[in-house]
């Protein structure tokens, strides 16, 4: 353990070192969010009226926190598929370091980058209207699940980036990614969808996440995302949250080590 803590260690130091030298991570990271948060904050917030005269900045920006959170699986993919791709992940094969290093090192560094821009994306959703309600604990809860989300999407991205192995590639399967967040209630509730779409939103992991945050921090209207009816993630949505995280890195850790430690093929 010692041994994958210190070659983990480095291997996150290079990934921060490279983020620094990479202005479009920077830009997919950091702008990018923002950018979206005041359109929909200062576009969408003066059109769309929700029921009970729910405000919908307030709605959004726990939305737009967790899509931020999920986007691990396109950063992650773009760069080991960047790695892979060039050769760099075969000639951290070949060196002494522990199999598990490689893909932990750009899921944690991921994550740091993450926390970072979640302090102005919080200024910025504090200025378009949103307000956390949450108690300390609370709130101490929705970050965690933001961090597990982002830690979680960003293995997938890591072993879907290591099984493309073309960079170009990568970016047109990430291109495809924002329809997991149109198929969520990151930005519209699920009660006025007809029954087969619901199902499937509510049944998104990213919704159970999104309607967890909106409930730690207090931006969830009442009868909106647990509407009469909604599926078992909208009423229990920090449990599902844990329990999507459980399966995903189960599923997909021992999968992105056997890839990085075997190569493509």
Known sequence: MSHLAYDGTALVGRQLQRARRNPGLLVITQVMPLTLLLFFGYVFGNSVSLPGGADYRTYIVPGLFATTAAGGLVTGMLQAAVDTGRGVTERFRALPISRAAVPLGHAVADVLLFAAGLVPLAAVGYAVGWRNDGGPAATAGALGLLLLLRFTSAWLGVHLGMVVGNEETAGQLASTTFVLQLLSNAYVP???????????????????????????TGSAPAGLDDAAGAAW????????????SAVLLAVFVPLAIRRSARGRG
């Open 190 to 216: 699920t009660h006025g969808m007809p029954g087969w779409l619901r199902a499937v939103v509510e049944w998104n992991p990213l919704s159970a996440y999104v309607t967890a945050v909106r409930d730690l």
């Open 233 to 244: 993630p909208m009423t229990h949505p920090v449990a599902a949250a844990l329990c999507w």
